[in-house]
């Protein structure tokens, strides 16, 4: 089974910095794009930010330039350094992983993935 594992949110001050980093674990062969999406309360789930295998970025107009997303394909892993926060980022971020293509008993599936979501909270 594929599973994503996420770090690092917290509480901070406006103004502040975090680095979140998200884990897949399994047999996985390849992952497409890895990317953090983000729900506040009463709000919908909007995307923070992707990247591919090939390093395309794409990013939420409200965080270009304060976030960063990077990516260690090796280890299955993507980061989100988000600086100069503010409270309007006070979200829980969720980890997804898009086109896994993982081994199961001898046959290559294709998934798609979310981490549990981790809380991050901007104090003004």
């Known amino acids: 089974q594929v599973q994503l594992v996420e770090s690092g949110g917290g509480l901070v001050q406006a103004g502040g910095s975090l680095r979140l980093s998200c884990a897949a674990s399994g047999s996985i062969t390849s992952i497409n794009a890895m990317g953090w999406y983000r729900q506040a309360p009463g709000k919908q789930r909007e995307l923070v930010a992707v990247?591919?295998?090939?390093?395309?970025?794409n990013y939420s107009d409200s965080v270009k330039g304060r976030f960063t997303i990077s990516r260690d394909n090796a280890k299955k892993t993507v980061y989100l350094q988000m600086n100069s926060l503010k409270p309007e980022d006070t979200a829980v971020y969720s980890c997804?992983?898009?086109?896994?293509?993982?081994?199961?008993?001898?046959?290559?599936?294709?998934?798609?993935?979310w981490g549990q979501g981790t809380q991050v909270t901007v104090s003004s």
């Open positions: 997804n992983a898009d086109q896994v293509i993982y081994n199961r008993g001898g046959y290559y599936l294709t998934g798609d993935y």
């Open positions: 990247m591919t295998s090939g390093g395309r970025t």
